[in-house]
C-alpha cells in the first residue's frame, strides 16, 4: 500500500508527465537526492546516480526501479572472482595431471 507521500509523488509525476505534452507511452524518473529531496526528471537523473530511481509511466504506476550506479571495486569484483576460481581450477588439473602420470623410470 502506498503511503500518501508516495501517493502524492506518482500523482505529480503524472501530472508533470502531462503537463509537459508528453506521450503516453513515456517515462518518468524520480528519485530522493542526498539531502532528501525528491527530484523528477523525463531522463535518468545524474544527480542519483548513486541512488535508486524509480521509472513510472504516465499515470504514476511504478515500471521499474534502476540500482545505483557499481562503484570501480564493484564492478571489478566479479571478474577477479572468476580469475580466482579459473586459477584455483587451473592448479587442481596440473596437481592431478602429476599424481596419475606413469612413472618414466
Request: proline share 4%; hydrophobic share 35%; with cysteine.
Amino acid at each position: 500500500m502506498l503511503g500518501i507521500g508516495a501517493l502524492a509523488a506518482c500523482v505529480s509525476a503524472a501530472a508533470l508527465a502531462q503537463a509537459t505534452g508528453q506521450a503516453s507511452g513515456s517515462e518518468v524518473y524520480t528519485c530522493i537526492d542526498r539531502n532528501g529531496r525528491r527530484i523528477t526528471s523525463d531522463r535518468f537523473i545524474p544527480e542519483c546516480g548513486d541512488r535508486e530511481q524509480r521509472v513510472l509511466d504516465a499515470s504514476g504506476a511504478e515500471r521499474r526501479r534502476i540500482g545505483p550506479a557499481l562503484s570501480e571495486h564493484e564492478r571489478s569484483a566479479p571478474e577477479a572472482e572468476r580469475r580466482k576460481r579459473a586459477q584455483v581450477k587451473a592448479q587442481g588439473r596440473h596437481r592431478s595431471w602429476r599424481i596419475s602420470a606413469p612413472s618414466v623410470c
